[in-house]
C-alpha cells in the first residue's frame, strides 16, 4: 500500500488533531493535482499552527472558518474560501456545525503567493461537493479528471475579496489588536488605547497605518464587521449582532456590511 493511500484511509476515523499533524507530516506528496474526500481530513479544522508543502483551499458549504497566519487574520463565510500557499504557517478554526470540504492542491497547480479570502460561486461550489465523493486516485484521464480541470479553472479565475484582518508587527499593536479582535463590542477611543501604550494618538494612529495599511478606525471596523459573520450564521437577530459588534445604530451596521460584502446581513442571509 502506497504512503498516500494508507494516508487517506487512516484518516477516515475520529483521531485527534495531533493525530492529523502527525500524518500530515509524513505525507510527503499528494496522490493526485487535487486531494479532498469528505471523509478525511479536509473534514477536520486543525487551529494548531502548521504548514505543508502543498497548497489549500480551507472552504465551508455550511458555517464559518477562519485561517489565522503570522501576517493575518481570514475569515470565510460559505460564500467564500481561504486560499493558503504552501509552507504558510496556519491554523485553521470553525465555528460549531460547520460542514468543511477542504481542497489540497499540488504546489505547481495555482501559483499565488499570498493567503486571500476568494469568492466562491455557485457553479465552483457544486464542483467542490462533487469532487469530495471522487475516489483519492480519481481517473485522472476520464470524466473525473476533466471535471478537476474545470474546477482549478474556476479557482484561478475566483476573485479576491477583502475579509481579512492585517496582523501589524510591534509586539504592543499585536496585543492591542488581537483584543479588539475578541472584543468588537468595546467602544472605547483611539485616546484610552494611546493612553494604556503610554504613547499619543499620532503615533497610534502611525503605526496602525504603517503596519497594517489602515487607520484605526478602518482596522476597528473591519474587524467588528468579521466578528458579526458567525454570529449572523449562528442565527442571532440583525440587530443583536449589531449591538454585540460595537454598533449602537443599525442603520451604520447595514451601511458598513454592505459597503464589504456587497449585500445587507438580511441578503447576505438568505445567500
Known amino acids: 500500500m502506497s504512503i498516500h493511500l494508507k494516508f487517506c484511509i487512516i484518516l477516515t476515523m475520529d483521531i485527534s488533531q495531533q493525530q492529523l499533524l502527525s500524518q500530515l507530516t509524513h505525507l510527503t506528496a499528494l496522490p493526485r493535482p487535487l486531494f479532498g474526500q469528505q471523509l478525511s481530513l479536509p473534514n477536520h479544522a486543525i487551529s494548531t499552527p502548521h504548514c505543508h508543502p502543498w497548497a489549500q483551499l480551507s472552504y465551508a458549504i455550511r458555517g464559518v472558518i477562519k485561517v489565522n497566519t503570522p501576517k493575518g ?28 470540504r477542504s481542497l489540497y492542491i499540488d504546489a505547481d497547480t495555482i501559483a499565488w503567493q499570498s493567503c486571500q479570502v476568494l469568492s466562491i460561486e455557485p457553479l465552483l461550489k457544486e464542483l467542490i461537493i462533487a469532487f469530495s465523493a471522487f475516489p483519492v486516485e480519481y481517473d485522472e484521464q476520464g470524466s473525473e479528471g476533466r471535471l478537476v480541470a474545470v474546477l482549478l479553472d474556476r479557482l484561478a479565475s475566483a476573485q479576491a475579496s477583502q475579509l481579512m484582518l492585517p496582523w501589524p508587527n510591534s509586539p504592543s499593536l499585536i496585543e492591542l489588536c488581537r483584543y479588539l479582535a475578541q472584543h468588537p463590542d468595546d467602544c472605547r477611543p483611539l485616546a484610552h488605547f494611546s493612553g494604556a501604550l503610554a504613547i499619543s494618538d499620532k503615533t497610534l494612529s502611525r503605526g496602525f497605518k504603517k503596519e497594517t495599511g489602515m487607520n484605526f478606525r478602518q482596522w476597528r471596523q473591519r474587524s467588528r464587521l468579521l466578528a458579526a459573520l458567525p454570529l449572523l450564521e449562528s442565527g442571532m437577530r440583525i440587530t443583536d449582532v449589531a449591538l454585540a459588534c460595537g454598533y449602537d445604530s443599525l442603520s451604520a451596521f447595514i451601511a458598513a456590511f454592505k459597503a464589504l460584502l456587497g449585500s445587507t446581513p438580511g441578503e447576505y442571509l438568505i445567500k
Open 73 to 100: 487574520q481570514f475569515i470565510a463565510p460559505p460564500t467564500h474560501g481561504i486560499f493558503i500557499p504552501p509552507q504558510v504557517m496556519h491554523g485553521v478554526h470553525s465555528t460549531s456545525h460547520t460542514l468543511i
